[in-house]
C-alpha cells in the first residue's frame, strides 16, 4: 500500500468546535486531496492541493480550509464543527494530476454531537 | 464542470453471474476513466481504468468500454464471486487543473 495515514482515525467533537484533520503521506506525491463520503453521496471533493501552499476549493468546501505547508502533510480544518460535517473524510494522493492511480488513505470517521 | 451519473445504485447478482455498471460523464473533454472499489469498512482502491484512446481494456474477470460519442462508459465483471461484493465508484478526469469527479457509487452484492 502507497505510504498515506490518516489521523485520527475516529473523532468524536461538540457542535461549534475546530477540528483538524491530519494527512500524512512518505511517496512524494504533488497532489493531495480531501473528500468526504456520505450515503447516497459518493466521494465528494472538498479541497485539494497540487503543490506546497498551493490549494484550491471542490465542490463541497464551504466550512472547510486546508493547508500544506510540507509536501508531506495536508491538513484539513471545520472552522466550527456542524452535525452536516459528520461524514466519512478520506485523504488521496497523486503522483499527478488524476491520470495516474490516486490511492486512498484510510478514512476519518468523524462524529459532531 | 464534469458531471458523473452512475447506474444503478444498487445491484444484485447470483454468484456466477455477470455485473455491469454504468457512467455518464457531461464534459466531452474528458480523458481519463477509473474505476474503484470500495470494500465494506475500506478505503477505495483503482481496480481498472481507461483512456479516451482506447474502447476497451481488459484484466481478468472486469473490463471496461468506453463510447466517447454517446459519453458512457462501463464496468463489466464475469463470473462474479461473493468476493465481489462491495460499492463501486466511477470517475472521470477532464481538462484544467480539476481532480477527479465521482460518480455517487453502486453496491452491488454477489449472492452464493
Known amino acids: 500500500d502507497a505510504g498515506i495515514t490518516q489521523s485520527p482515525r475516529h473523532k468524536v467533537t461538540e457542535t461549534g468546535t475546530p477540528v483538524t484533520l491530519r494527512c500524512h503521506q512518505t511517496e512524494n506525491h504533488r497532489y493531495m486531496y480531501w473528500y468526504r463520503q456520505d450515503p447516497g453521496h459518493g466521494l465528494r471533493l472538498i479541497h485539494y492541493s497540487y503543490g506546497v501552499k498551493d490549494t484550491d476549493k471542490g465542490e463541497v468546501s464551504d466550512g472547510y480550509s486546508v493547508s500544506r505547508s510540507k509536501t508531506e502533510d495536508f491538513l484539513l480544518t471545520l472552522e466550527s464543527a456542524t452535525s452536516s460535517q459528520t461524514s466519512v473524510y478520506f485523504c488521496?494522493?497523486?503522483?499527478?494530476?488524476?491520470?495516474?492511480?490516486?490511492?486512498f488513505g484510510q478514512g476519518t470517521r468523524l462524529t459532531v454531537v | 464542470g464534469e458531471n458523473v451519473e452512475q447506474h444503478p445504485s444498487t445491484l444484485s447478482v447470483q454468484e456466477g453471474d455477470s455485473a455491469v455498471i454504468k457512467c455518464t460523464y457531461s464534459d466531452s473533454a474528458s480523458n481519463y476513466f477509473p474505476w474503484y472499489k470500495q470494500e465494506l469498512g475500506k478505503r477505495p482502491q483503482l481496480i481498472i481504468d481507461?483512456?479516451?484512446?482506447?474502447g476497451e481494456k481488459k484484466d481478468q474477470r472486469i473490463a471496461v468500454t468506453l463510447n466517447k460519442t454517446a459519453k458512457h462508459f462501463s464496468l463489466h465483471i464475469t463470473e462474479t464471486q461473493p468476493e465481489d461484493s462491495a460499492v463501486y465508484f466511477c470517475?472521470?478526469?477532464?481538462?484544467?487543473?480539476?481532480?477527479?469527479?465521482f460518480g455517487k457509487g453502486t453496491r452491488l452484492s454477489v449472492i452464493a
Open positions: 481507461i483512456r479516451s484512446n482506447v
Open positions: 470517475a472521470a478526469l477532464t481538462s484544467g487543473n480539476t481532480p477527479l469527479v
Open positions: 488521496a494522493i497523486s503522483e499527478v494530476r488524476g491520470d495516474t492511480e490516486a490511492f
